[in-house]
């Protein structure tokens, strides 16, 4: 059983803590971290512990952990009310649920998650690192990198290295005009494009993780 | 009227960048303008010796920087053609002799007395390269077709539009138009597709290239050579001609189509 989730979303990452023992779920985060450390450096943390209460103390043991993987811990969001003081004594901010208040302006029915636009040609040596969606449009040449918690779709052609899921999401997909990735990677899954004949005619391909690998189809409008 | 300063850089090393710029220096020279060719490769100095004038340096544009001479004692007149200026670099020091500051005030310094800065950049990403495109108000990437230099082009294009000191131009040297035909190397639409930048220029690969350089006799002198030729049409499109490029026939014939065929088959 699982007991955390870590999920990108526009303002960092996401934790969620399930039921049970804390000591397990700590060190469960501490190992899904260490998984993937390097894409979590630097990353805003907020904590979702459900109805759990969690002292000063063991706030500070989570802070501090995460601080270890160069994350930095901003907000706890608990239904206990201890829970809520015990994190405003650290100087953190809180929140009572989970459930992001309606935006203005904006209607959704269903689910949705947050990304991020680039219009840009990604270049050699540059690299996009984002915990939600991804979206491209331009050309991510060969040497640069895309790196998202969530989906990545390239409205151009796809050369460089991309890693969708990287928070070991698996459901993760990567789409693009013209997918002729250098290296591809999914979740905790990774794939080099076959070779290629060079007079090969671009179709918009879509990559995702199927039995435990990589497979790449055309790109339809509906899946 | 305040001087233009354009810096030649590549990324990659011996794609032609000095070669590059002695050239578009004595062309811009030769359609009347006054041109100054400044070495930013402090070091590893050729400037000077594919322009044949390595023999005349006293001071460097170290000894400028560091205010042992005055900038006029430092330029070299190139005799050949009217109002074409060498500021070599210093060959006994390294890149961090000259901080980009100095390159911007350098070029300050001698924005009145010209029409045109050239810069010879070195190769890398590094502070040689810094110091090469702090002064620029205009920057000319030189690649060949070769997947490793467009390569190195596009990483250097990415740092260049960071410093705002894009958009920039493009120049494709040593184009094989044979090779180009068997697909065998990239074509100017393979690489303008990766970089999708303005190009301003293609230069044919041209034996006699070697030749003048090991002279020191750029070859916009001979007006006999293709690439000669290629570099004088830079020339005048950097001056905002409309110059149609050079004809450098990259799509197979009949009977080369049909090779081509025989030898896949």
Not at chain 1, 167 to 187: K, N, S
Not at chain 2, 108 to 136: K, W
Not at chain 2, 151 to 171: F, V
Not at chain 2, 198 to 222: C, E, H, R, W, Y
Request: net charge negative; charged share 25%.
């Amino acid at each position: 059983m699982t007991r955390v989730r870590i999920k990108g979303t526009r303002d960092g990452l996401l934790v969620t803590l399930g039921e049970g023992e804390l000591a397990r779920a700590l060190a469960e985060l501490e190992e899904r971290l260490n998984g993937t450390a390097s894409f979590f450096k630097g990353a805003w943390v907020a904590l979702a512990v459900g109805k759990r209460e969690l002292s000063t103390e063991e706030i500070g043991r989570i802070k501090a952990l995460l601080a270890q993987n160069e994350v930095v811990l901003g907000m706890v969001i608990g239904e206990a009310p201890a829970t809520r003081a015990a994190a405003r004594n650290l100087g953190l901010e809180t929140k009572r649920s989970l459930q992001p208040g309606p935006r203005p302006g904006w209607r959704t029915e269903g689910e949705f998650s947050e990304g991020a636009l680039f219009r840009c040609t990604l270049r050699s040596g540059q690299i996009i690192r984002h915990p939600g969606h991804v979206v491209v449009i331009g050309d991510v040449n060969a040497g640069s990198e895309v790196i998202a918690g969530g989906d990545i779709v390239i409205w151009g052609r796809l050369s460089g290295t991309v890693h969708a899921g990287a928070t070991g999401d698996d459901q993760a997909i990567v789409c693009a005009l013209d997918l002729d990735p250098t290296q591809l990677r999914i979740g905790k899954h990774i794939a080099r494009p076959p070779e290629q004949t060079p007079d090969r005619r671009p179709v918009p391909e879509m990559a995702f993780v199927q039995d435990g690998r990589i497979i790449v189809r055309a790109w339809k409008y509906s899946f | 009227m305040a001087a233009k300063v354009m810096t030649i850089t590549s990324g990659k090393g011996g794609v032609g960048k000095t070669t590059a710029t002695a050239n578009l220096s004595v062309a811009l020279a030769l359609l009347g303008h006054r041109v100054a060719a400044v070495d930013a490769d402090i070091g590893l100095r050729n400037l000077d010796v594919v322009m044949g004038l390595e023999n005349r340096i006293v001071y460097d544009i170290v000894d400028v920087a560091e205010g042992h001479c005055r900038l006029r004692q430092a330029l070299i007149r190139d005799k050949r053609v009217p109002d074409l200026f060498l500021l070599p670099a210093a060959q006994t020091r390294d890149k961090t002799a000259v901080s980009p500051e100095d390159m911007i005030e350098l070029c300050d310094q001698m924005r009145n007395d010209f029409d045109f800065i050239l810069i010879d950049s070195p190769a890398g990403i590094e502070q040689g390269f810094r110091n090469a495109i702090a002064p620029a108000d205009k920057v000319l990437i030189i690649t060949t077709p070769e997947v490793s230099a467009v390569r190195d082009a596009d990483r250097i294009i990415g740092l260049i539009e960071a410093e705002e000191k894009g958009p920039a131009s493009l120049i494709i040297n040593r184009i094989k138009p044979e090779m180009v035909r068997y697909g065998d190397m990239l074509n100017t639409a393979d690489v303008l597709e990766i970089l999708a930048i303005d190009l301003v220029g293609i230069v044919p690969d041209d034996k006699a290239i070697i030749v003048s350089t090991n002279k020191g006799v750029p070859i916009v002198l001979d007006n006999k050579a293709p690439a000669g030729l290629a570099f004088h049409n830079i020339a005048r499109r950097l001056l905002g001609e409309e110059i149609p490029f050079l004809d450098i026939r990259e799509e197979p014939n009949l009977l080369e189509r049909f090779v081509r065929f025989i030898r896949q088959g």
